[in-house]
């Protein structure tokens, strides 16, 4: 079986969030004897292109409207990647130092024919071709309506939806820049007035997942507008949970943290990383940790924590590590609040991929206020590094924590996106962490909890069977 991925983002080349780890992650557990999985993204001008050389192997014009651009597809010269990655090169539209922008929808449509255009030339059609979020939602359209395409009507095609948030809608006016269909199925493009890639994937790919089983229920509930659309397609809809990468995401051999470490060595192997965070941060390496990895914007329930550290901090029983970037006025408060709260808090305000691993390893607990989480990542490593999770129940933080109340619980979980409950959380957390005994039995406890990408690989190979 042939795979195709086809994605915006795929770890390591190009990264925003999570797509960029689950497409850079299960190709590679999908790849066996009997199974190759391949990706298909854009060709960004960002360090992964500076840092490796390319060959191009096809070069052609893409038609978008009256508009015509040159593009090529290009490989690795190289193979630093356990799979196979083709690059399309757009130099006009895609090779900009950014992945996302306003001009997105001319962008990705183009890379869309681009990759159709040139499925069409190969001499073997691949088995499926599996499409990521709305940035490539236009493919199974033209599959199933574009003349052009006729050829690869054939060829099953699902849709995972990483976050139903975005959609990628536009103006009807821009109809014209699709290849040719019948357009009395022109109702198929539109939701709510206009086209929206994710409602037409939705309605013509031939299985529909999301990340997470709740997520999925989620969403028919609500879904920035498409929950009506999701609840008449249920039946070809089903969640599969996102796994972890378990050799990158591994304490014992990370060359990332400060010291590695495995259940039988997590007590040494932790300190040494929480005490460089606090050395390097201004923090009490003999007081709680709770971080915070993630993008500071309203899905994150970031905004709060302002108002967390306010209250949670006045006892001065713990500290608090944020790392992340995003909303500016977000940005500027957590930079002002250094001030105040000089050895108990402190942020770094950027991306920094080898700190957050640092985190994973030193921090005693993770802060996970979401409002929204399809499935989310940080939980699964943290718990990998022993770190505990403090998580709103919601997505996929309820299908992967379960609150220490119950039987076998291991994290602390709270209903709403609220200060006070993130507080009342946090406080839980002090509690547990001064029941040293419990504490250092669920921290190993934890590290032994697999999720990896193995179940979930498989779980898509058998949803990919069903297209047949």
């Known amino acids: ?99 996302y922008s306003a001009e997105d929808t001319e962008r990705f449509l183009a890379f869309q024919i681009a990759t159709l255009n040139w499925i069409l030339t190969w001499g073997n059609a691949p088995d499926v071709i599996h499409c990521h979020d709305h940035h490539t939602g236009l493919i199974p359209f033209m599959l199933q309506e574009s003349h052009k395409y006729k050829a690869l009507k054939d060829i099953p095609n699902v849709l995972t939806i990483h976050n139903a948030q975005y959609q990628g809608g536009f103006s009807h006016e821009n109809v014209n820049l699709i290849p040719e269909f019948n357009f009395n199925n022109v109702g198929l493009l539109d939701w709510n007035g206009y086209i929206n890639p994710l409602a037409a994937a939705i309605k013509c790919a031939w299985k529909v997942t999301t990340v997470s089983p709740s997520y999925m229920e989620e969403l028919k509930e609500k879904a920035n507008g498409l929950e009506g659309l999701l609840r008449e397609e249920s039946g070809k809809c089903s969640g599969i949970l996102n796994g972890i990468d378990w050799n990158v995401w591994n304490p014992e051999t990370d060359t990332n943290v400060i010291a590695n470490y495995n ?101 005693d607990f993770l802060l996970m206020p979401s409002r929204v989480e399809p499935c989310g990542l940080n939980q699964m490593y943290c718990l990998r590094y022993g770190t505990i999770p403090i998580v709103r129940s919601i997505g996929g933080l309820k299908d992967t924590v379960t609150d220490i109340s119950q039987e076998n619980g291991f994290g602390i979980c709270h209903e709403n996106v609220e200060a006070l409950e993130i507080s009342n959380a946090i406080e839980r957390g002090i509690t547990l962490y001064n029941s040293t005994q419990k504490f250092n039995q669920i921290r190993k406890q934890i590290m032994e909890i697999d999720h990896s990408w193995n179940a979930s690989a498989q779980a898509y190979i058998n949803l990919y069977k069903q297209t047949k």
């Open 263 to 363: 259940t039988d060595t997590i007590e040494s192997g932790r300190k040494a990383n929480k005490a460089y965070l606090c050395e390097r941060f201004n923090l009490d390496v003999n007081k709680p940790l709770f971080g915070f990895i993630g993008r500071l914007v309203y899905e994150k329930g970031s905004d709060l924590f302002p108002e967390v550290i306010k209250k949670s901090l006045e006892n001065n029983t713990h500290s608090i590590l944020l790392l992340g970037s995003g909303n500016k006025d977000q940005e500027q408060e957590f930079e002002n609040l250094k001030s105040q709260y000089k050895g108990s808090y402190n942020a770094y305000i950027g991306y920094d991929e080898k700190l957050s691993h640092i985190v994973y390893a030193g921090a």
């Open 1 to 99: 079986m042939n795979i195709i991925h086809i994605s915006a983002e795929c770890f390591p080349v190009a990264k925003v969030g999570g797509l960029a780890d689950v497409v850079g992650a299960l190709p590679k557990y999908q790849s066996t004897s009997t199974t190759k999985a391949q990706v298909i993204m854009p060709f960004y001008d960002n360090a992964f292109s500076k840092n490796n050389s390319f060959k191009s192997i096809y070069e052609s014009v893409v038609n978008l409207g009256a508009n015509s651009y040159t593009f090529s597809v290009k490989v690795l010269n190289e193979a630093p990647l356990d799979f196979d990655v083709f690059f399309i090169d757009i130099p006009d539209l895609l090779f900009k130092t950014y992945i």
